[in-house]
């Protein structure tokens, strides 16, 4: 299904929605000014063209036991579309890879990795990055504090 043209009503659903996603039908509607179908209707329809893509619980990092937030730059020997295909494949499958990115610049793609603590960081490091063929380098930072972290877009 196309994206539809988003209006204002539109645009405060998604607001809402991402604010609240387990906002009644009824509150959502009231907030909006729809009544309950006609509102109904709209987020159906965000849901299907995949605007709306999914909804999920935001879970407290520290909170699960998951404190450490590594970021990783990794260069690889040669940008081959096959070598690129094959590496996104790959860390796609890693469940403490949050986050993945094909860059520009001097790096091909930069990592968001979660773990308990360093030893656990030194054998994903070991066990299953360096392992990779095709990897020239590999740059890891370790985040000290989480200054700002959102999932909301700034829809207008």
Known sequence: MP??????VDLKILRLLQDDGRMSLADL???VGLSSSPCLRRVR???????????VAVLDQRAVGLPVSVFVSVKLE??????LERFARTIA?????LECYLMTG?????????????ATYERFLKQKLTRLEGIASIESSFALEQVKYTNVLPVA
């Open 78 to 83: 040669k940008q081959r579309e096959e070598l």
């Open 45 to 55: 329809i965000l849901e299907k063209s995949g605007v709306i893509a999914r909804y």
């Open 106 to 118: 001097p790096r091909d793609y930069w990592l968001r990795v979660v773990v308990p603590d360093l």
């Open 29 to 31: 509607a009231g907030k």
């Open 93 to 97: 499958r890693w469940p403490e890879v």
């Open 3 to 8: 994206i539809p043209a988003l209006d204002a």
